[in-house]
């Protein structure tokens, strides 16, 4: 079983920065993709960014140009530094990580991240 422990979460104004961190527990599997969802109150979660092993990323249109997805194959850490945060930025963060040839997906517990204006 993989863990994932986000940390980087919190409280900040309009405009502000965050950058989030997320590690994942040793495994003798590898780390296919790794990547950053949302979900805010009352609305499905959604994808934020998601990088491969490779290096190749993806971004959803809200996050293109704030935000940028990086990840370290060596410690299998994912970040994300988000500037210019909007309120609509407000939800719960969730680091996900696809491990395996079956591609087993694996979840973190969420961090909060609040953006006030």
């Known amino acids: 079983q993989v863990q994932l422990v986000e940390s980087g979460g919190g409280l900040v104004q309009a405009g502000g920065s965050l950058r989030l961190s997320c590690a994942a527990s040793?495994?003798?599997?590898?780390?296919?993709?790794m990547g950053w969802y949302r979900q805010a109150p009352g609305k499905q979660r959604e994808l934020v960014a998601t990088i491969t092993s490779g290096g190749s990323t993806n971004y959803a249109g809200s996050a293109k140009g704030r935000f940028t997805i990086s990840r370290d194959n060596a410690k299998n850490t994912v970040e994300l530094q988000m500037n210019s945060l909007k309120p609509e930025d407000t939800a719960v963060y969730y680091c996900n990580a696809v491990i395996g040839r079956r591609s087993v997906m694996y979840w973190g517990q969420g961090t909060q991240v609040t953006v006030s204006s």
């Open positions: 040793q495994t003798s599997f590898s780390i296919n993709a």
